[in-house]
């Protein structure tokens, strides 16, 4: 197993990566300020990779999959088109992406630093969700 990006820790069979989202290296596409990294990659030696991706206000990314993958919106919002089909969405923080193997995908975005969580291949992913403490009445 290799811990790429961030500072690894375990509690048992608990693996825990801080900072996997900071210094990513960049993805050295021309004209794209595009960076990411994988946090966790083959943990316990299972087939599983999770990590980051970022894209800065740049020129559009186009990428061909060479393995399915799943991504999750941290921040901000990207702009992605099917390249074969032609077919626009929009994805915003908290939405779920898959992208399929062998297929090429435009991202771009619209505001500055996007972030994704990138997870491949076929993780399932649990967010707890924090409740809100209750306001205090007025």
Avoid: W
Avoid at 47 to 63: I, N
Wanted: no cysteine; aromatic share 6%; glycine share 8%.
């Amino acid at each position: 197993m290799e811990t790429l990006v961030g500072t690894l820790s375990k509690a048992g069979s608990i693996h825990k990566v801080v900072g996997g989202y900071t210094g990513l290296p960049s993805m050295n596409e021309p004209g794209t300020v595009a960076a990411i990294g994988d946090s966790l990659h083959n943990p316990e030696g299972s087939v599983m990779s999770a990590g980051f991706f970022e894209l800065k206000a740049s020129e559009p990314l186009v990428y061909t999959y060479t393995y399915d993958e799943m991504k999750v919106v941290i921040a901000g919002e990207f702009i992605l088109t099917d390249e074969t089909t032609g077919e626009v969405t929009h994805a915003r923080e908290r939405d779920v992406l898959f992208f399929p193997k062998g297929h090429d995908r435009q991202v771009r975005d619209p505001r500055l630093r996007p972030r994704l969580l990138h997870r491949r291949p076929h993780l399932p992913r649990l967010i707890p969700r924090a409740a809100s403490p209750p306001r205090p009445a007025r």
